[in-house]
């Protein structure tokens, strides 16, 4: 069997001869903000937390930095659970950790993968999250990260092992994404960035302006509707002097090419018309692509609205009258008592999870987990089942 290379998002991933997968590179924790019920954070008692109240916590930058050696050597894990030399769970340990540095802000390490099921599931994507185990401290403190508050942070950390999860903590903890996107927000450049042509037609669609089927005529039409401001601004400042030095320029040019008009009329008329004719070839492809990803876009939003419909079922019913994820996920939280309006989009589906499985009664972590919790299954605290 020979190495095969396969590359995934940013990252290189590797088959050995043997059928081993090695992940060059992957975000193992970060240094973020991220939620916890109060029963989950360690020394809750000692600081007077409410078990069924979500505090944010801060994982320290520089804790992290200290305690990327801690992780090298460390079991890759089927599920989470504390791991040591007396107690090592054989049948769910798939793989090891390697060479972790911590690059602000994430902790970064290398990954072997042995179990072939394991590896199968990585693949197919079914489970390609890693979420990292860890002992540590609880310090009150108060700050904000990415805009996002926090009141605990977490210190003094020790990596005890690391599982595959379906859902992490850490979005970013994922097995073929090599670094953290960007997430630096550019409000004041966004706010002057015109709308371009497939949001136009997106936003048609989901207002109800255009239909699904809609002709390439009416897809034009909507598009030439809605030229920005910005776009006729630009139209109308241009100055009487650049208008008058254009129009000389214009005049000289066709006193010197006069002599040459009569000869070019026929080639000029014949390069116009193969010109219109690539144009109007060019014109209907892009507008098939602006439909096609138009289209995809609003069966995409449609999508996730149903699914944080399903999501938020089991605390308020259905919900109707709201199109958009966040705004069904923000309602929800509302309803039960959270504040999630300034929460960022992409956290509010593990507040409804949490906030879910807060109405079961499950054991308290021993370690911080960065999975997102399902006390359905072993990442609640239960012990992994070991085979006969």
Not at 116 to 141: H, L, M
Not at 273 to 294: F, H, P, Q, T
């Amino acid at each position: 069997m020979t190495d095969t290379i396969m590359a995934l998002d940013r990252s290189v991933r590797r088959i050995d001869p043997d059928g081993h997968l090695h992940v060059e590179r992957c975000v193992l924790s970060a240094a973020v903000v991220s939620p916890y019920y109060g029963r989950e954070i360690n020394g809750a008692e000692r600081l007077g937390l409410e078990p069924d109240t979500i505090y944010w916590m801060y994982r320290d930058a520089g804790a992290l930095r200290e305690a990327a050696s801690s992780i090298n050597g460390k079991p890759l894990i089927e599920i989470h659970q504390p791991v040591s030399a007396d107690d090592h769970p054989r049948e769910i340990t798939v793989g090891s950790v390697n060479n972790a540095t911590f690059q602000a802000p994430d902790l970064i390490g290398e990954l072997a993968i042995w179990d072939g099921d394991a590896i199968k599931r990585i693949q197919d994507g079914s489970k390609r999250c890693v979420s990292a185990g860890y002992a540590y401290e609880t310090v009150p403190e108060t700050g904000e990260i990415n805009g996002q508050r926090y009141t605990l942070k977490m210190v003094n950390i020790r990596f005890n092992h690391l599982a595959l999860v379906e859902e992490p903590r850490v979005k970013t903890a994922i097995i073929g994404d090599s670094a953290s996107p960007n997430i630096m927000k550019e409000t004041s450049m966004a706010a002057h960035k015109p709308m371009s042509a497939a949001a136009k037609v997106a936003a048609a669609l989901k207002s109800g302006r255009l239909a699904m089927d809609a002709s390439e005529e009416d897809i034009k039409k909507c598009m030439d509707e809605d030229k920005t401001d910005d776009d006729k601004k630009k139209a109308e400042d241009e100055s009487d002097d650049d208008k008058d030095g254009k129009k000389a320029e214009d005049a000289k040019a066709c006193d010197e090419d006069d002599t040459d008009d009569d000869q070019a009329a026929d080639e000029d008329d014949d390069k116009k018309d193969e010109k219109k004719d690539d144009k109007k070839g060019m014109d209907a492809a892009s507008v098939s692509r602006l439909i096609e990803d138009a289209v995809s876009k609003e069966r995409r939003r449609n999508k996730q609205a149903q699914d944080a419909r399903e999501a938020v079922r089991p605390l308020v019913g259905d919900v109707v009258g709201m199109d958009s994820a966040g705004d069904i996920y923000r309602y929800a939280l509302k309803q039960i008592g959270q504040d999630a309006a300034s929460v960022h989009e992409s956290a509010l589906p593990a507040l409804v999870s949490m906030a879910i499985n807060a109405k079961r009664p499950e054991r308290p972590a021993r370690l911080a987990a960065d999975s997102a919790i399902d006390t359905d299954s072993p990442l609640a605290g239960a012990s992994a089942r070991r085979k006969a």
